[in-house]
């Protein structure tokens, strides 16, 4: 278990809709980082919060966005979905505010089916 | 733009059967090499770092290797437990103090009993 905890596990949804997705870091972690998981893409960076701040931005859709909270606990929101956003959703946190002396610890994700 | 390529797609051994799996890489500045596993339906789950050239790291049955263009996951006497998807992700400086984590698209490795 890496302390990393995801909500929800599944979520299917319509085309056209607005969805939010939850992640709990780790104890003690002040960054989190979201990202997208397809077949065809592999793991891709959208964002990445620390301490409260948005830190980093990698290929983040307008229609997304996220934020993080004063608890640390961030949210993904993603509107009017596409069936082409069908996905699984991590989160990961990591201690530092980037990864190059601490590695990033991954939930289990949310995968979200457009239909 | 910083590329990451793993090879074998798919890998599938029998047990007690070594093996390596190759992560090749092209980027601007290599700040560390990451190696996770992810089971499926998991999240992946961090392995190893390596930060220069001629690093290696041990885990059990696994030891990963950096050289400047390549970093290697040696599997020795893999078990069927060691099966899962074996990710590699390079980490380079993107302007001024960002970091930039790219990932390859995995290995896919089957241990047979």
């Known amino acids: 278990d890496s302390g990393v905890t995801q909500t929800p596990k599944h979520l299917i949804t319509a085309t056209g809709q607005r969805v939010t997705l939850r992640c709990s870091p780790r104890?003690?972690?002040?960054?989190v980082y979201w990202y997208q998981q397809s077949l065809d893409q592999g793991l891709q960076f959208l964002i990445q919060?620390?301490?409260?701040?948005?830190?980093a931005k990698g290929n983040i859709l307008e229609r997304f966005s996220a934020q993080q909270f004063p608890d640390l606990h961030s949210e993904l929101n993603l509107s009017s979905l596409e069936l082409g956003d069908s996905a699984l959703y991590f989160c990961?946190?990591?201690?530092?505010?980037?990864?190059?002396?601490?590695?990033?610890?991954f939930g289990n994700g949310t995968r979200l089916t457009v239909t | 733009e910083d590329q990451v390529t793993q090879s074998p797609e798919a890998l599938r051994l029998q047990e007690g059967e070594s093996s390596s799996l190759n992560c090749s890489y092209t980027?601007?500045?290599?700040?560390?090499l990451f190696w996770y596993r992810q089971d499926p339906g998991k999240g992946p789950e961090f392995l190893f770092t390596l930060y220069s050239a001629g690093e290696e790291k041990e885990k059990e049955r696994l030891k990963a290797t950096l050289t400047k263009k390549e970093s290697f996951l040696h599997i020795t006497a893999p078990k069927p437990e060691d099966s899962a998807t074996y990710l590699c992700?390079?980490?380079?400086?993107?302007?001024?103090?960002?970091?930039?984590?790219?990932f390859g698209k995995g290995t896919l490795l089957t241990v047979n009993p």
């Open positions: 980027v601007s500045g290599l700040r560390g």
């Open positions: 990961a946190s990591s201690v530092g505010w980037g990864p190059y002396n601490s590695p990033l610890h």
């Open positions: 919060y620390y301490n409260g701040e948005e830190r």
């Open positions: 992700a390079v980490l380079s400086l993107s302007g001024g103090s960002n970091y930039k984590l790219t």
């Open positions: 104890s003690g972690d002040l960054s």
